[in-house]
Protein backbone atom coordinates (compact mmCIF):
# COMPACT_ATOMS: atom_id res chain seq x y z
CA UNK A 1 0.00 0.00 0.00
CA UNK A 2 0.93 3.32 -0.63
CA UNK A 3 2.07 6.23 1.99
CA UNK A 4 3.41 9.35 2.74
CA UNK A 5 5.19 10.62 5.31
CA UNK A 6 5.69 14.79 6.26
CA UNK A 7 8.27 14.60 9.03
CA UNK A 8 7.65 18.51 9.99
CA UNK A 9 4.09 19.17 11.28
CA UNK A 10 5.18 22.58 11.62
CA UNK A 11 8.13 24.73 10.12
CA UNK A 12 8.49 28.51 11.04
CA UNK A 13 10.67 30.93 8.78
CA UNK A 14 10.98 34.50 8.48
CA UNK A 15 9.83 36.71 5.09
CA UNK A 16 12.23 36.22 2.55
CA UNK A 17 13.90 33.01 3.26
CA UNK A 18 14.25 30.00 1.55
CA UNK A 19 12.00 26.90 2.44
CA UNK A 20 11.73 23.39 1.74
CA UNK A 21 8.89 21.37 3.41
CA UNK A 22 10.18 17.29 3.28
CA UNK A 23 7.96 14.71 2.15
CA UNK A 24 8.56 11.14 1.50
CA UNK A 25 6.38 8.12 -0.16
CA UNK A 26 6.40 4.77 -0.31
CA UNK A 27 5.48 2.99 -3.85
CA UNK A 28 6.29 0.35 -5.57
CA UNK A 29 6.75 2.07 -8.88
CA UNK A 30 7.05 5.38 -10.18
CA UNK A 31 4.49 7.15 -8.69
CA UNK A 32 2.15 10.40 -9.31
CA UNK A 33 3.07 12.87 -6.61
CA UNK A 34 1.23 16.25 -5.90
CA UNK A 35 1.47 19.15 -3.25
CA UNK A 36 -1.61 21.16 -2.11
CA UNK A 37 -2.05 23.95 -0.26
CA UNK A 38 -4.56 24.92 2.28
CA UNK A 39 -4.87 28.59 3.03
CA UNK A 40 -7.13 28.96 6.87
CA UNK A 41 -10.65 28.02 6.51
CA UNK A 42 -10.27 26.85 2.76
CA UNK A 43 -10.07 23.82 0.74
CA UNK A 44 -7.04 22.39 -0.73
CA UNK A 45 -5.38 23.80 -3.89
CA UNK A 46 -3.05 21.82 -6.08
CA UNK A 47 0.59 23.82 -6.03
CA UNK A 48 2.23 21.34 -8.55
CA UNK A 49 1.86 17.53 -9.81
CA UNK A 50 4.90 14.81 -11.28
CA UNK A 51 3.81 12.19 -13.52
CA UNK A 52 6.59 11.74 -15.56
CA UNK A 53 9.67 12.98 -17.34
CA UNK A 54 11.79 16.12 -15.83
CA UNK A 55 12.12 15.24 -11.94
CA UNK A 56 12.60 19.09 -11.13
CA UNK A 57 8.92 20.31 -11.44
CA UNK A 58 7.43 24.11 -11.25
CA UNK A 59 4.27 25.36 -9.56
CA UNK A 60 1.95 28.25 -9.29
CA UNK A 61 3.13 30.76 -6.73
CA UNK A 62 6.98 30.43 -7.32
CA UNK A 63 7.33 26.93 -5.78
CA UNK A 64 8.97 23.75 -7.10
CA UNK A 65 9.68 20.41 -6.55
CA UNK A 66 12.00 17.99 -6.94
CA UNK A 67 11.17 13.73 -7.62
CA UNK A 68 14.17 12.31 -6.43
CA UNK A 69 13.64 8.25 -7.17
CA UNK A 70 16.34 7.22 -4.81
CA UNK A 71 15.20 8.49 -1.94
CA UNK A 72 11.57 8.21 -2.56
CA UNK A 73 11.43 12.21 -1.82
CA UNK A 74 9.19 14.73 -3.33
CA UNK A 75 10.24 17.94 -1.67
CA UNK A 76 8.66 21.28 -1.92
CA UNK A 77 10.80 24.23 -2.19
CA UNK A 78 10.59 28.46 -2.78
CA UNK A 79 13.88 30.34 -2.80
CA UNK A 80 12.39 33.33 -1.07
CA UNK A 81 9.27 33.19 1.08
CA UNK A 82 5.95 35.42 1.64
CA UNK A 83 4.00 36.35 3.98
CA UNK A 84 0.84 35.08 2.02
CA UNK A 85 2.54 31.66 1.74
CA UNK A 86 1.43 30.84 5.64
CA UNK A 87 -1.00 27.79 5.29
CA UNK A 88 -0.94 24.15 5.69
CA UNK A 89 0.88 22.09 2.77
CA UNK A 90 -0.10 18.57 1.86
CA UNK A 91 2.23 16.27 -0.23
CA UNK A 92 0.13 13.09 -1.84
CA UNK A 93 0.93 10.32 -3.90
CA UNK A 94 -1.14 8.22 -6.63
CA UNK A 95 -1.01 5.46 -8.48
CA UNK A 96 -0.15 5.50 -11.70
CA UNK A 97 -0.78 2.74 -13.37
CA UNK A 98 -3.86 0.00 -13.32
CA UNK A 99 -5.89 -0.85 -10.37
CA UNK A 100 -7.46 1.44 -7.72
CA UNK A 101 -5.79 4.10 -9.23
CA UNK A 102 -7.93 6.81 -8.23
CA UNK A 103 -7.12 7.36 -5.25
CA UNK A 104 -4.87 9.12 -3.33
CA UNK A 105 -2.91 9.05 0.08
CA UNK A 106 -2.21 12.34 1.70
CA UNK A 107 0.31 13.03 4.32
CA UNK A 108 -0.62 14.24 7.56
CA UNK A 109 0.25 18.07 6.55
CA UNK A 110 3.17 20.64 7.11
CA UNK A 111 1.66 24.25 8.99
CA UNK A 112 4.10 27.01 7.50
CA UNK A 113 3.97 30.28 9.57
CA UNK A 114 5.79 32.88 8.32
CA UNK A 115 7.31 35.68 10.45
CA UNK A 116 7.72 39.18 9.50
CA UNK B 1 -15.91 29.16 -12.32
CA UNK B 2 -17.42 27.42 -9.67
CA UNK B 3 -15.91 23.83 -9.79
CA UNK B 4 -16.96 21.80 -6.70
CA UNK B 5 -19.61 23.43 -4.10
CA UNK B 6 -20.01 22.20 -0.78
CA UNK B 7 -23.25 22.76 1.07
CA UNK B 8 -23.60 23.96 4.17
CA UNK B 9 -20.52 25.98 5.15
CA UNK B 10 -21.18 25.08 8.58
CA UNK B 11 -23.48 23.29 10.55
CA UNK B 12 -24.09 22.05 14.02
CA UNK B 13 -25.68 19.16 15.30
CA UNK B 14 -27.24 17.18 18.54
CA UNK B 15 -26.51 13.61 18.93
CA UNK B 16 -28.40 11.60 16.99
CA UNK B 17 -29.44 13.84 14.58
CA UNK B 18 -29.04 13.09 10.99
CA UNK B 19 -28.18 15.94 7.77
CA UNK B 20 -26.82 15.45 4.70
CA UNK B 21 -24.01 17.59 3.26
CA UNK B 22 -24.25 18.17 -0.31
CA UNK B 23 -21.49 18.05 -3.06
CA UNK B 24 -22.13 19.35 -6.62
CA UNK B 25 -19.14 19.87 -9.21
CA UNK B 26 -19.76 21.21 -12.82
CA UNK B 27 -16.34 19.94 -14.32
CA UNK B 28 -18.19 16.73 -15.70
CA UNK B 29 -15.88 14.97 -13.34
CA UNK B 30 -16.32 10.66 -13.14
CA UNK B 31 -14.91 10.30 -10.11
CA UNK B 32 -15.75 12.00 -6.28
CA UNK B 33 -14.89 12.08 -2.89
CA UNK B 34 -15.45 12.66 0.69
CA UNK B 35 -12.93 13.33 3.32
CA UNK B 36 -13.08 14.57 6.33
CA UNK B 37 -10.07 16.35 8.54
CA UNK B 38 -8.83 16.36 11.70
CA UNK B 39 -5.83 18.43 13.55
CA UNK B 40 -3.09 15.77 12.95
CA UNK B 41 -4.72 13.05 10.89
CA UNK B 42 -4.34 15.02 7.99
CA UNK B 43 -6.97 14.04 5.09
CA UNK B 44 -9.04 10.44 5.76
CA UNK B 45 -10.88 8.97 2.55
CA UNK B 46 -14.67 8.05 4.11
CA UNK B 47 -16.26 6.90 0.34
CA UNK B 48 -15.66 7.54 -3.00
CA UNK B 49 -17.53 7.08 -6.33
CA UNK B 50 -15.82 6.32 -9.68
CA UNK B 51 -19.08 6.93 -11.66
CA UNK B 52 -22.90 8.38 -11.49
CA UNK B 53 -25.02 5.47 -9.28
CA UNK B 54 -21.66 3.75 -8.08
CA UNK B 55 -20.11 3.75 -4.30
CA UNK B 56 -17.26 2.65 -2.70
CA UNK B 57 -15.61 2.61 0.95
CA UNK B 58 -12.73 4.57 1.95
CA UNK B 59 -10.62 4.57 4.87
CA UNK B 60 -13.29 5.58 7.41
CA UNK B 61 -16.44 4.51 6.15
CA UNK B 62 -18.51 4.20 9.85
CA UNK B 63 -21.23 5.93 10.25
CA UNK B 64 -21.37 7.52 6.86
CA UNK B 65 -23.59 6.77 3.89
CA UNK B 66 -23.33 8.02 0.11
CA UNK B 67 -25.46 8.35 -2.81
CA UNK B 68 -24.62 9.36 -6.33
CA UNK B 69 -27.80 9.84 -8.53
CA UNK B 70 -26.37 12.06 -10.68
CA UNK B 71 -23.04 12.46 -11.97
CA UNK B 72 -22.59 16.00 -10.98
CA UNK B 73 -23.99 15.42 -7.23
CA UNK B 74 -22.36 13.47 -3.73
CA UNK B 75 -24.09 13.12 -1.01
CA UNK B 76 -22.55 12.41 1.82
CA UNK B 77 -25.05 11.12 4.96
CA UNK B 78 -25.03 11.14 8.82
CA UNK B 79 -27.78 8.69 9.99
CA UNK B 80 -27.39 9.47 13.61
CA UNK B 81 -24.69 11.91 14.71
CA UNK B 82 -21.87 10.94 17.17
CA UNK B 83 -19.75 13.52 18.39
CA UNK B 84 -16.21 11.57 16.91
CA UNK B 85 -17.94 12.96 13.72
CA UNK B 86 -17.51 16.53 14.89
CA UNK B 87 -14.72 17.27 11.85
CA UNK B 88 -14.34 19.15 8.87
CA UNK B 89 -15.44 17.69 5.38
CA UNK B 90 -14.36 18.01 2.22
CA UNK B 91 -15.79 16.92 -1.22
CA UNK B 92 -13.66 16.39 -4.46
CA UNK B 93 -13.67 15.45 -7.64
CA UNK B 94 -11.47 14.62 -10.48
CA UNK B 95 -11.46 13.49 -14.16
CA UNK B 96 -11.10 9.72 -13.90
CA UNK B 97 -10.19 7.28 -16.83
CA UNK B 98 -11.79 9.94 -18.90
CA UNK B 99 -8.94 12.29 -18.04
CA UNK B 100 -5.38 10.35 -19.20
CA UNK B 101 -2.52 9.05 -17.80
CA UNK B 102 -2.08 11.58 -15.07
CA UNK B 103 -4.61 14.46 -15.39
CA UNK B 104 -6.78 11.58 -13.63
CA UNK B 105 -5.27 11.64 -10.60
CA UNK B 106 -5.83 15.62 -9.87
CA UNK B 107 -8.23 15.80 -7.37
CA UNK B 108 -10.41 19.31 -6.97
CA UNK B 109 -11.28 20.46 -3.62
CA UNK B 110 -14.71 22.23 -2.57
CA UNK B 111 -13.85 24.65 0.46
CA UNK B 112 -15.59 22.46 3.00
CA UNK B 113 -17.89 21.84 5.50
CA UNK B 114 -17.49 22.80 9.36
CA UNK B 115 -19.88 20.02 11.25
CA UNK B 116 -20.08 20.18 14.94
CA UNK B 117 -21.68 17.37 16.66
CA UNK B 118 -22.76 18.21 20.63
Not at chain 2, 25 to 33: A, F, K, L, R
Not at chain 2, 48 to 71: C, I, Q
Request: include cysteine.
Amino acid sequence: AQSVTQPDIHITVSEGASLELRCNYSYGATPYLFWYVQSPGQGLQLLLKYFSGDTLVQGIKGFEAEFKRSQSSFNLRKPSVHWSDAAEYFCAVGQNSGGSNYKLTFGKGTLLTVNP
Amino acid sequence: NAGVTQTPKFRVLKTGQSMTLLCAQDMNHEYMYWYRQDPGMGLRLIHYSVGEGTTAKGEVPDGYNVSRLKKQNFLLGLESAAPSQTSVYFCASSKGLAGGDGAKNIQYFGAGTRLSVL
